[in-house]
Every structure is written in structure tokens, then in C-alpha cells.
């Protein structure tokens, strides 16, 4: 599918790839863009608030919400809990999501003794995720997948939730905005070490909440939408009253 998107992108046919940063989705065809992925409306956004300072020497509240598959490595979150342990961090992980892997996952979270501290959810609904995501304190994304633009990492984003991820696909433009830690390798200690400098200093951690509530802003539906409408309103030649007319893209 995708050398065939390549060959037909340009002129009347727009087509855009979920995703992000300053590398074009196609070295070979320049007109195919960037689209980012969002559930949220810009109402949704501005309910959701930054977190407060965090209180020293409180558990730190971790949160995966992704698919429990090869590439995800949730793994390494459930790993990095007993490395937090023994360097003197408690931490507790909240996992919602289900997937093949989640019995090896509740096995390694009884191997390492670490299943009070890990609690599964399952599949719940979006709403639901978000609710939860205002009570965490770090998302952890150590995906090697192919990510296009996750909806999760947004509505941490969102409720002023840092992240800790790695570089692949859009993450790594995310991270620079100043709303969490990439890690360069994924693993565990990578992981543990991140979490660790992001709540070492409590008024940081606040400032980094408030960024990445901010950098969420841009991601609304209501701007998707709007993005979407100038990409075809410049590719298709269209004025914003020729698509009100109904022949273009309609605000």
C-alpha cells in the first residue's frame, strides 16, 4: 500500500500520514504530510489540568495504556518497578490494555515480587483511561513498534501527565517540547533511571506537568480538523467560501 500511496500523491490526490516531526513521512514523494492522531476535543483539553507538585517521598504512580504485544515491551515498565525498588523508589504501575502478553507479564510481575505494585485493568473504555491518567504521575511508552501518532501518549499529555518513551516516530518530536525523558535504549535501567530524574526535583516536575498539558493543546479535534481542511483548501486550489459552497472541505 504505501509505494502505491507514493506514486499516486500530488495534485488532486492528497494523502496524509499519521504522524509527526520534521523528517517528511516519504523521502520519495514530498507531497504526502503529516496528520497527527487525537480523541480529544479542545473543551476535553481545557477541563484537563496540570498536576499539582508532587508530594516528596510518595509513591510514584506509574501508567501504561498500549496494546500488551511484541514491540511494546511493557515488559520493561513491569522491570523497571523492581529497579525502582531497589534504588530506594517506590513506585507502583497501573496497566490498561490487554494483549497476548499479558499472562507473561503477570508471571514476571510474580517472578520479580512485584505483583502488589502492578495492577491490571484490561480494555476499558477511552473515558475511562483518561479519568485514571489525571491520578498517575509518569507514562511510560518503551515501544520499538511502528507508532504513527499514540492516542495515549496525547491524553497524558493532556492531563499533565509526563512521559518517558523512546525516539520512534513522532515520540521523540513530543519529548523535545519539554514534556518528559526519551530514553535511547529500551530497557529497564534506561526506564528506571528516567523516572527517577523526572520526580527528583518537585516544582521541575511541576513545570514539566504544565508543558505537556500545553504541547497537548495543539492536538484537538477541532484543529485536526482545521489542518486537515487547509492541507486539501492549498492542495486542491479551494478558498475557504468555494468549500462552503460545497464543492471543497467544509469548516
Known sequence: MRPFLEVVAGGRVAVLATGGGPTPPSPRNRAIQWIFSTSLTAERIRRLQPR??????????????????????????????????????????????????????????????????????????????????TQMDILCFPSTASEGFPKAVLEALAAGVPVVSTGVSVLGHLI?????????????????????????????????SAQAHEASRQYSMENWRKTIAVLLEEQWGLSRSTARGGEGVAD
Open 52 to 133: 499539582h507538585p508532587r508530594r516528596p517521598h510518595s509513591p510514584v504512580r506509574l501508567v501504561v495504556s498500549m496494546r500488551l504485544e511484541h514491540r511494546k515491551n511493557a515488559h520493561i515498565v513491569v522491570e523497571s518497578v523492581e529497579k525502582l525498588r531497589r534504588r530506594g523508589v517506590a513506585a507502583t504501575l497501573d496497566i490498561f490494555g490487554d494483549g497476548s502478553e499479558r499472562p507473561q507479564l503477570e508471571e514476571m510481575c510474580r517472578s520479580l515480587g512485584v505483583e502488589k505494585l502492578v495492577r491490571f485493568h484490561g480494555k476499558v473504555p477511552q473515558t475511562a483511561v483518561v479519568d485514571a491518567l
Open 176 to 208: 523535545h517540547q519539554g514534556i518528559g525523558r526519551q530514553i535511547s535504549s529500551p530497557d529497564s535501567e534506561s526506564l528506571a533511571a528516567a523516572v527517577e530524574d523526572l520526580v527528583s526535583d518537585p516544582s521541575r516536575f511541576a513545570t514539566i
